[in-house]
């Protein structure tokens, strides 16, 4: 089962996203709606909705989910494994397709990614097989790229909006596995992953009653690949790409992002340094949160971020798959 995450705030404005993706190519779509309740549209066999209140009545500790931030897709993930997706892709609301191949263009990342690759990109170097380059088992997690306004902090947009190109990507662009001894910034707009990773797949938390917003992705996406580079576990990036158009204000991204701007300088290095053992996904994710919640840095926030990883991980631990009708 393939299943859609989106995470909104405009959930007037989720129409327009859903009719420019039809035929939807998923069997499920999973909306969380950034406030309190549900807005007025129904739910369906193929929509779920949900709101703050879900959170509420999931959750012992409903903080460790983002409010007034994008990360509050993560609950849209457990949802999405709750009902038995195989594979769970996410979209931000302003994102829409380029083109026809965005579902085959993810699930050819995390299944058929050759073992072989060019060493220069776009030309066939000599020693490159033309028929057996194999196939790499180990790809968990699919991150596509975007045409249009492109996935940049609020100074960058500030500073040289005005000679950004409107199409910053080659629309021929390929897919290449990442490599697992660098960190690069996860950008959550358009995002797959195979079921197994969706306990890794924790963004932490951000904007209402957290110091920190719009670095959700950016943190989660050091978890990750710091426990991807342990398991041995594979991250391609590039297509699908998808057009993204801009619906945040960047003087408002402005002031949400200082904090963390300074913040990120070190966070880096706090999560690379975690000492990891375990053998599987949860377990090495249960190892980071208790090296961050024990964590001697003085940092309160790290120390947050740790117990609310634990708590993520409990919802993982039965096993069981929720097969709710709503």
């Given at each position: 089962?393939?299943?859609?995450?989106?995470p909104?705030?405009?959930?007037?404005?989720?129409?327009?996203?859903?009719?420019?993706?039809?035929?939807?190519?998923?069997?499920?779509?999973?909306?969380?709606?950034?406030?309190?309740?549900?807005?007025?549209a129904?739910?369906?066999?193929?929509?779920?909705?949900?709101?703050?209140?879900?959170?509420?009545?999931?959750f012992?500790?409903?903080?460790?989910?983002?409010?007034?931030?994008?990360?509050?897709?993560?609950?849209?993930f457990?949802?999405?494994?709750?009902?038995?997706?195989?594979?769970?892709?996410?979209?931000?609301?302003?994102?829409?397709?380029?083109?026809?191949?965005?579902?085959?263009?993810?699930?050819?990342?995390?299944?058929?990614?050759?073992?072989w690759?060019?060493?220069?990109?776009?030309?066939?170097?000599?020693?490159?097989?033309y028929?057996?380059?194999g196939?790499?088992?180990?790809?968990?997690?699919?991150?596509g790229?975007?045409?249009?306004?492109?996935?940049?902090?609020?100074?960058q947009?500030?500073?040289?909006?005005?000679?950004?190109?409107?199409?910053?990507?080659?629309?021929?662009?390929?897919?290449?596995?990442?490599?697992?001894?660098?960190?690069?910034?996860?950008c959550?707009m358009?995002?797959?992953?195979?079921?197994?990773?969706?306990?890794?797949?924790?963004f932490?938390?951000?904007?209402?009653?957290?110091?920190?917003?719009?670095?959700?992705?950016?943190?989660?996406?050091?978890?990750?690949?710091?426990?991807?580079?342990?398991?041995?576990?594979?991250?391609?990036?590039?297509?699908?790409?998808?057009?993204?158009?801009?619906?945040?204000?960047?003087f408002?991204?402005?002031?949400?992002?200082?904090?963390?701007?300074?913040?990120?300088?070190?966070?880096?290095?706090?999560?690379?340094?975690?000492?990891?053992?375990?053998?599987?996904?949860?377990?090495?994710?249960?190892?980071?949160?208790?090296?961050?919640?024990?964590?001697?840095?003085?940092?309160?926030y790290?120390?947050?971020?740790?117990?609310?990883i634990?708590?993520?991980?409990r919802?993982?631990?039965?096993g069981?798959?929720?097969?709710?009708?709503?």
């Amino acid at each position: 089962m393939n299943v859609l995450v989106i995470p909104t705030n405009r959930p007037d404005r989720l129409a327009e996203f859903l009719d420019a993706w039809r035929p939807w190519p998923w069997d499920k779509i999973v909306v969380v709606e950034d406030a309190p309740d549900v807005s007025r549209a129904a739910a369906s066999d193929q929509v779920l909705r949900y709101s703050w209140r879900d959170i509420d009545a999931t959750f012992t500790q409903p903080d460790i989910i983002s409010r007034r931030d994008s990360g509050i897709r993560a609950y849209g993930f457990w949802r999405a494994w709750t009902i038995g997706a195989d594979y769970i892709f996410t979209l931000d609301d302003d994102c829409f397709p380029v083109d026809g191949d965005y579902l085959r263009q993810h699930l050819q990342n995390l299944e058929s990614t050759p073992a072989w690759h060019s060493s220069v990109r776009h030309l066939r170097v000599r020693g490159l097989p033309y028929v057996n380059t194999g196939t790499l088992k180990n790809v968990y997690v699919s991150m596509g790229l975007w045409v249009g306004h492109p996935d940049i902090d609020a100074v960058q947009s500030l500073a040289h909006s005005a000679r950004l190109p409107d199409a910053v990507l080659d629309r021929g662009l390929s897919s290449w596995l990442m490599p697992s001894e660098q960190y690069f910034p996860l950008c959550g707009m358009n995002v797959a992953f195979r079921r197994e990773a969706a306990c890794l797949m924790y963004f932490p938390p951000m904007g209402m009653s957290s110091p920190y917003s719009r670095f959700d992705d950016i943190w989660a996406g050091l978890v990750l690949q710091r426990i991807c580079r342990h398991l041995r576990y594979g991250i391609v990036c590039g297509q699908p790409l998808v057009e993204h158009r801009r619906a945040s204000d960047p003087f408002t991204n402005l002031v949400k992002e200082a904090p963390g701007i300074q913040a990120n300088e070190r966070m880096w290095e706090i999560v690379d340094a975690v000492e990891l053992h375990g053998s599987d996904a949860l377990t090495c994710m249960r190892e980071v949160g208790t090296a961050l919640g024990s964590h001697s840095c003085g940092d309160e926030y790290v120390r947050r971020w740790g117990g609310a990883i634990l708590e993520w991980c409990r919802l993982f631990d039965t096993g069981a798959a929720v097969n709710e009708h709503e």
